[in-house]
């Protein structure tokens, strides 16, 4: 091999093994890792959720879970089904300021807890129903949101993925949230 190529492909190589696991994509990327460790599916009786998760030290022997980007959907008059793609841009009142079914929000160590503007367009799919979404189960779906244009520095971008999440067993001792670490 030549001495010119030998150096390219060393390079190519270390740009491949970045980014190892799941992430989620969009033009958001630039400003925000979207890199996760786990996904984790949750449903109530009022709201059906997916929350993209990594753990991370907050102090000695103490562990905090960020949420790096929740997806949820308000079931306020809504019938879901497996595989069929939940609005999240419908509005649950009248007039443009009622608000959405969708929501997506970040919860991480050391910055403040955001709510990202609201949703132009977006859609949330499960391929299971709400009533088999219990402790254990294996999920998969996909989700999509464009946010509408405004001053935020998400206005107007994008942020979407595939996902293979797990519902939580109960925990009696949860990991601390943000508000609880040092």
């Known amino acids: 091999m030549s001495r010119r190529i030998l150096p390219g492909l060393a390079l190519?190589?270390?740009?491949?093994?970045?980014?190892?696991?799941?992430?989620?994509?969009?033009?958001?990327?630039?400003l925000l890792d979207l890199h996760y460790e786990l996904a984790k599916a949750t449903a109530?009786?009022?709201?059906?959720?997916?929350?993209?998760?990594?753990t991370q030290k907050c102090g000695e022997n103490t562990v905090s879970e960020n949420t790096l980007l929740s997806v949820s959907a308000q079931l306020e008059k809504l019938q879901v089904a497996p595989s069929v793609e939940i609005n999240l841009a419908e509005l649950l009142g009248e007039g443009e300021d009622a608000p959405q079914r969708g929501r997506v929000r970040r919860r991480v160590l050391n910055e403040p807890e955001r709510d990202f503007p609201r949703i132009l367009i977006g859609g949330l799919t499960l391929d299971k129903s709400l009533e088999a979404l219990t402790p254990g189960t294996k999920v998969t779906g996909d989700f999509h949101v464009t946010f509408v244009n405004g001053t935020d520095v998400y206005s107007g971008r994008t942020v979407f993925g595939h996902f293979n999440a797990t519902v939580?067993?109960?925990?009696?001792?949860?990991?601390?949230?943000?508000?609880?670490?040092p």
């Open 168 to 181: 939580p067993e109960p925990q009696p001792d949860p990991l601390p949230t943000t508000e609880e670490c």
């Open 12 to 30: 190519a190589g270390l740009l491949t093994a970045c980014g190892d696991g799941p992430y989620l994509e969009g033009s958001i990327s630039p």
């Open 44 to 54: 109530t009786t009022g709201e059906v959720s997916v929350n993209f998760v990594t």
